[in-house]
Structures are given as structure tokens and as C-alpha cells.
């Protein structure tokens, strides 16, 4: 008998990966993975929120069954001729949560940017589906709450985050009651050394210019701020149910090592490989196997440097409310990081300083009405009231 072709080993094993947020900088390194995955990976659906041509092109490689363009007013201006025979074009933002509950999607590579990729989030988790998180800001936001309906729905959730990849890996060497501690490395961004004077005159351009990682350009700026870290200890927080007393963060500027685990007899598991996001993704969606990867290797053969610090509260700001919003826990971390997305939105425009971004999401965050245990429409509100508080916002 013939051995099976590609196709047929597809159709009968392949997982099939719906990827949220296909042409970003996760979704096309995940477009790589899949291209790459000798047929145990089937990209079923691509989503894109305007950027079509690009998305027509993943298509055109790995012939999902849908693709999605989230933003339907631009969808109508596009020639979607180019499509491959037997792709179908699905718009506007509900076409995400109808498709992630489709019971043909087995993984949904969740890489929307910000809150904008947290009802398609929720979905994918209420219908029970193995969600590969990239997108950190829907653990910030509803932590607790997704956290809660995975259970209840036995959907399972599994890290792309590169730290939280890295903590996933290294917990499996002990039991989760002889863990000590989380500390999640931090590159430390463009403006690890610079003083707060050259804080005040930073440009968009100097901030975008990430010193290890490729990124989309939000979480570039979170990571100069060190919001992104900030972002990383909520994340970890109800990703790993551990209290804010148990998380720490060290500034790595390699980013080799991404993230370490301290058990209670002082030994600490760390994972370590080049900063390249195709390894989180690549075992996130294969998991729980092991495989070949694109991603950079480290060189044996080469003197390498591996430095770690404490991290500057003072100049970083952005880390106290990471803590603050791990231990708060309710409304906390969907204000701040609301508040975060208006205010970087805000900068990249050129309406707001770099040293301004924090501050307002501080005043946003003290001055919100505090709720313990918000539902998803509760949480939705609010997030759009921290983005309005932030337009009204001026530095004091
Ligand atoms: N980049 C990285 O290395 C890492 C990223 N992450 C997280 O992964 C997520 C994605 O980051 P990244 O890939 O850098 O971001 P990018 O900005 O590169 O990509 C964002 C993606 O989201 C889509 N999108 C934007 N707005 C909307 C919207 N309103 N509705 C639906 N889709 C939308 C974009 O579509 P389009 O481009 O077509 O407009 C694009 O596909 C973020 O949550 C980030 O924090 C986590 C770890 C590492
Ligand atoms: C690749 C990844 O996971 C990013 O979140 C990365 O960690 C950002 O780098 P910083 O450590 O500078 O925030
Ligand atoms: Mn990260």
C-alpha cells in the first residue's frame, strides 16, 4: 500500500490551528511554524484586522478553510480575487467567536494585540477549545473569569508568552506546593541605562527600537516603559495561581533566559534558548510533544554572557502596578491595562510623552470605582471608561 501523502496524514492527524491575529508579528512567525510542521499542523483560519494583502498571501500558502478580516468596512474595499480556491472570507469581529466554537478548530492561537482579542479569547475558552495565549492583555483584563470558565468548560490554556512558555516548562520539575517563587526576566528595553533626564526626551522611534526581540510596535512600547513586564506579573499571576508575594522580576538584558522557577529547597529551573518567538509558539501548539524547530539554537561552541540585576523601580514605575495589580486582583488589571492601551496610542501619535504613559495609567487606576469580582460586560465597561479617562487626562 502507497504511504499517506500530505494531504491525507492533514485530513486524518493534523491539528487544526484557527490563528487569531494571523499578520502580526506571533501570527506570521505561527504561519511559519504551521508551514513548517510536516502536515501535523493545518491552519484552519487566519485572521487579520486590515492588513488583507498580507493575509491573502498566508492563504495562498497554507489554503485554510476560512479567513477572517475583523475590520469589515475595510474588508469591502478589498479585492479578495486572490483568495485560493475553497477559502472562504468570513468578516466583521463575531466571525472570530463563530469560528473559534466551530467544532472542526481543535487549537486557537489567540494574537489579537490588547483587549480587542478578548471576546474572541473568551469564546474559544467557553467552548472548551486548547487556547494558545499570546494575547497577555485578556489575562490582565479577566484573569479570574477565564480562568474560572476553562475550568468549568475543561478548556485548557497554554502560554506563548515567552517568560510564561518558560515558567510552564520549568514547573514541570517539582509539584506545584514546592514551588517558591516565579521570577520572570526582563530585557530591560531601549532605555535599561538611561537616566531619568534622558527619559523625558524620548522618541517614538528611539522606544520602537527593541534591543533583542522583533515585536508588533504595542508591546515594543510596553516593553520600554517595562509595562510589559508589568503586564507579565498579572499574567502570571492567574496564569500559574500564585499571589504577587511569589513573583519577581530580574532584568536579564540577553534575553536568553526566559523566565526561571525556584522550587522550596532553593534549586532554580530556568529555560534558555535565542530570543525567537517561533520556540513558544512552536511548543504551545504542539504541545505536549517536542519537535524540530526553525527557531535560533544556542552556540555551545561560543563564549556567551549571561547578566541578570535587579530591576529600577524608580525609573520604571510601570512594575509597582503590575504588583499593585496582581495583589488587588478585580477591576485592577483591566483598568491599567486599558488605561496603557490608550496612553501608548496616544504617544505613538505624538500626544503624549514617553514618562507620561505611566502616570496616567496610575491616576486612571486610583481613580477608578474598585470592584472585586466584575462580570465580562462589567469588564468590557470599564475598559472603554479608562480609555476615555486617559483621552481626558492631563499630566499635573
Ligand atoms: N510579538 C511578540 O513577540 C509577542 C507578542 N505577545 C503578545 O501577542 C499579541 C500580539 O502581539 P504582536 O503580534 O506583537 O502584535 P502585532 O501588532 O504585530 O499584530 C497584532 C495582530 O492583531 C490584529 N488586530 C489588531 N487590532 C485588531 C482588532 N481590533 N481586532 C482584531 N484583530 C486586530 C492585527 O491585524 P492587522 O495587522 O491585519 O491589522 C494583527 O494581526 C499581543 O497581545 C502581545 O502582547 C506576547 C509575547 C511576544
Ligand atoms: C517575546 C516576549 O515574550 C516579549 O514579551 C518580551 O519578553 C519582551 O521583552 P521585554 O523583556 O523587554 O519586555
Ligand atoms: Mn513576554
Redesign the pocket.
Known amino acids: 500500500m502507497a504511504p499517506p501523502t500530505a494531504e491525507t496524514t492533514e485530513s486524518r492527524d493534523a491539528k487544526r490551528v484557527a490563528v487569531l491575529g494571523a499578520t502580526g508579528s506571533v501570527g506570521a512567525s505561527a504561519v511559519e511554524v504551521i508551514a513548517a510542521s510536516q502536515g501535523r499542523l493545518k491552519a484552519i483560519a487566519l485572521s487579520a484586522h486590515q492588513r488583507f494583502d498580507r493575509l491573502i498571501e498566508q492563504a495562498k500558502r497554507l489554503k485554510p478553510r476560512w479567513v477572517i478580516a475583523t475590520d469589515a468596512a475595510a474588508a469591502k474595499k478589498q479585492s479578495w480575487r486572490r483568495l485560493p480556491k475553497g477559502t472562504e472570507l468570513l468578516t466583521g469581529p463575531e466571525a472570530l467567536e463563530q469560528t473559534v466554537c466551530h467544532k472542526d478548530v481543535d487549537t486557537v492561537l489567540a494574537a489579537i494585540v490588547g483587549t480587542a482579542g478578548l471576546q474572541s479569547t473568551w469564546a474559544a475558552v467557553d467552548a472548551g477549545k486548547t487556547v494558545a495565549l499570546a494575547n497577555k492583555e485578556a489575562l490582565v483584563a479577566a484573569g479570574p473569569q477565564i480562568q474560572k470558565l476553562a475550568r468549568q468548560r475543561g478548556a485548557t490554556l497554554l502560554p506563548v ?3 510564561h512558555s518558560a515558567i510552564y516548562q520549568a514547573l514541570k520539575c517539582g509539584a506545584a506546593n514546592e514551588v517558591e517563587r516565579l521570577v520572570l526576566t ?4 531601549p532605555f535599561r541605562t538611561w537616566d531619568a533626564d534622558g527619559l523625558r526626551q524620548v522618541t517614538v522611534d528611539e522606544a520602537l527600537a ?1 534591543p533583542t ?1 522583533d ?1 508588533g510596535p504595542k ?1 515594543t512600547i510596553d ?1 520600554a516603559t517595562l509595562m ?2 508589568a503586564l ?1 506579573i498579572v499574567e502570571a499571576r492567574w496564569l500559574f495561581d500564585l499571589p504577587a508575594e511569589r513573583l519577581m522580576v530580574m532584568i536579564h538584558p540577553q ?1 536568553v533566559v526566559h523566565s526561571l522557577v525556584e522550587f522550596v529547597d532553593g534549586s532554580v529551573i530556568a529555560q534558555l534558548s535565542p ?1 525567537d ?1 517561533r520556540l513558544p509558539i512552536q511548543y504551545a501548539l504542539e504541545y505536549p510533544h517536542r519537535r524540530e524547530a526553525l527557531a535560533e539554537r544556542l552556540d555551545w561552541t561560543q563564549r556567551m554572557v549571561l547578566e541578570f540585576e535587579p530591576p529600577d523601580f524608580d525609573r520604571f514605575p510601570a512594575l509597582e502596578l503590575g504588583f499593585r495589580a496582581a495583589r488587588e486582583g478585580g477591576t485592577a488589571g483591566v483598568v491599567v491595562n486599558a488605561a496603557n492601551e490608550a496612553a501608548v496610542g496616544q504617544f505613538l501619535d505624538g500626544e503624549l510623552h514617553f514618562t507620561e504613559i505611566v502616570p496616567a495609567c496610575a491616576s486612571v487606576l486610583e481613580s477608578h470605582h474598585f470592584s472585586p469580582s466584575p462580570t465580562l460586560k462589567e469588564l468590557l465597561e470599564l475598559d472603554q471608561w479608562a480609555r476615555r479617562e486617559v483621552e481626558n487626562w492631563v499630566c499635573a
Request: hydrophobic letters at 30%.
Open positions: 508568552d515567552s517568560e526582563a530585557s530591560g528595553g527593541h526581540w515585536m508591546i516593553s510589559n513586564k507579565e534575553s530570543p518567538m
